[in-house]
């Protein structure tokens, strides 16, 4: 298995700019789940899905950020329009959920600075 | 509310010194519980885990036991290496899939090992 995938592991761009993050999960996991981390802040979860299902996006700091998961094998977290505050790595993480947890698979993560 | 509360950092020792972090937790139910390992510009690994009381996780020469009457996890190595260097996290799962296997995160602990 390859695991997680995000893409891409770096963005750099200028403030404005719409930032798209793309997770792909493990194949016959039904919990995916977006985190952003910082020096400050620490790991931040911003939004899950069960089932292609967001089941809760209170971490999801204001309306600019946005997230989908239009079938089982992607993900996206979209960020319109960008500020440097946003400058983060965000990881995607997926389990496999059922009576007990099992714990989570990262993704390597996306280094995104906006400048 | 669960809540992870971990031994702050960081953490410097020698190699092959003993190790312990410090983990313990608040929970509704009976979750399961985990650490995570991050190394320097990567995602985080499932480091080991323990489904229920008295369980002992253990891997790459790391323990930890699941303690139901202290409500710890505690984090253990016998002789660490500089390779160990890493931030570690404690995690507390979600009981009886409540919350479609959503974890609970510890701050992290920074470990750095001197040669």
């Known amino acids: 298995d390859a695991g997680v995938i995000q893409s891409p592991r770096h963005e750099v761009t200028e403030m404005g700019q719409e930032v798209t993050l793309r997770c792909k999960p493990i194949?016959?996991?039904?919990?995916l789940f977006w985190y952003r981390q910082t020096m400050m802040r620490g790991l931040e979860l911003l939004i899950y899905?069960?089932?292609?299902?967001?089941?809760?996006d209170s971490g999801m700091p204001e309306d600019r950020f946005s997230a989908k998961m239009p079938n089982a094998s992607f993900s996206t977290l979209k960020i319109q329009p960008s500020e440097p505050r946003d400058s983060a790595v965000y990881f995607c993480a997926s389990s496999s959920g059922g009576w007990r947890d099992y714990g989570y698979t990262f993704g390597s993560g996306t280094r995104l600075t906006v400048v | 509310g669960n809540s992870v509360t971990q031994m702050e950092g960081p953490v410097t020792l020698s190699e092959e010194a003993f190790l312990t972090i410090n983990c313990t937790y608040t929970?509704?139910?009976?979750?399961?519980l985990f650490w995570y390992v991050q190394y320097p510009g990567e995602g985080l690994q499932l480091l080991l885990k323990?489904?229920?009381?008295?369980d002992k996780g253990s891997n790459k020469g790391f323990e930890a036991t699941y303690r139901k009457e202290t409500t710890s996890f505690h984090l253990e190595k016998g002789s660490v290496q500089v390779s160990d260097s890493a931030v570690y996290f404690c995690a507390l799962g979600a009981a009886y899939n409540t919350n479609a296997g959503k974890s609970t995160f510890g701050d992290g602990t920074t470990l750095t090992v001197k040669p």
């Open positions: 323990a489904t229920k009381a008295d």
């Open positions: 929970a509704t139910g009976y979750p399961s």
């Open positions: 194949s016959g996991h039904n919990s």
């Open positions: 899905f069960n089932n292609n299902v967001p089941i809760d």
